[in-house]
C-alpha cells in the first residue's frame, strides 16, 4: 500500500492538471485566465530559457499550472497542496521556481513602453508628446484588521487601498504601484514612485 502511493498522487496530480487544461479553453482562461494555447507558450518559454525544470514526478506544465492557480485566485500553498497532494513547502518550493523563471523571461515577457511621437495626430493623445503614458490613481476596496482601519480610511469613509497606474496609448498598463495605505495622497504616492530606483 505504501508503496503505490507515489504513484497514486502523481495519478491524481495529473488529473488536477487535466481538469483544469483537458476541458477546452473556457475551463482554462476561468481557471488559470489564459487559453491553452498560451499555457503551453509559457510553459514552453520556461522550460527552454526561464530555467524551470521538471524534477522527478512533478513536470513543467504541473508547476506553473499551480503557480498560475494561486495567483489567479489568491488560494493558499495549503488548499493547492491538498489539490496536488504535495506538502505546502513543495508547493511553495515550485511557486517561487516559477516565479524566478518569470523573472528571469521579463525582457520576453514585458515590452518596455515607447515615448509618444512628435507627430501623433490622435485627439486625445497628442498633448502628450515624448510621454510614456498617462497616470491616475484608484482606490480598491481591501479587508484590513481593526487597528489599521484609520490609515486605510479614504477621505470619502471607505476602507481601501490607493493605487498608482500608468497606461499606454492603447490602454495596457505599463506600470502599477500597488499597496499605498487609502488615507496617502495622490502626490505623495507620485513622489515616492518617481524617488524609486527604477525611477
Not at 488560494?75 to 523563471?101: A, C, D, M, P, W
Not at 487597528?147 to 498608482?164: C, F, Q, S, W
Request: charged fraction near 25%; proline fraction near 4%; charge should be positive.
Amino acid at each position: 500500500m505504501i508503496r503505490s502511493r507515489p504513484f497514486v498522487n502523481h495519478a491524481s496530480r495529473l488529473h488536477y492538471l487535466d481538469s483544469i487544461i483537458g476541458n477546452g479553453d473556457l475551463q482554462c482562461i476561468h481557471q488559470l485566465r489564459m487559453d491553452r494555447r498560451t499555457f503551453g507558450l509559457l510553459c514552453e518559454l520556461l522550460r527552454s530559457r526561464g530555467k524551470v525544470k521538471a524534477d522527478g514526478l512533478v513536470t513543467v506544465e504541473e508547476q506553473v499550472c499551480m503557480f498560475l492557480d494561486i495567483l489567479s485566485h489568491h488560494v493558499k500553498n495549503r488548499t493547492i497542496s491538498s489539490r496536488v497532494f504535495q506538502s505546502g513547502e513543495i508547493v511553495s518550493r515550485y511557486f517561487n521556481s516559477v516565479l524566478k523563471g518569470v523573472l528571469w523571461l521579463q525582457s520576453i515577457l514585458l515590452r518596455a513602453p515607447e515615448p509618444m511621437p512628435e507627430n501623433c495626430t490622435d485627439g486625445r493623445w497628442k498633448w502628450f508628446k515624448s510621454c510614456l503614458g498617462a497616470l491616475d490613481g484608484t482606490y480598491i476596496r481591501v479587508r484590513v484588521p481593526e487597528n489599521d482601519k484609520p490609515r486605510y480610511r479614504t477621505r470619502k469613509g471607505e476602507i481601501a487601498t490607493n493605487v498608482l497606474g500608468v497606461c499606454s496609448r492603447d490602454m495596457k498598463f505599463i506600470f502599477v504601484m500597488p499597496g499605498w495605505e487609502g488615507s496617502a495622497s495622490d502626490s505623495r504616492i507620485l513622489r515616492d514612485a518617481i524617488r524609486k530606483p527604477t525611477g
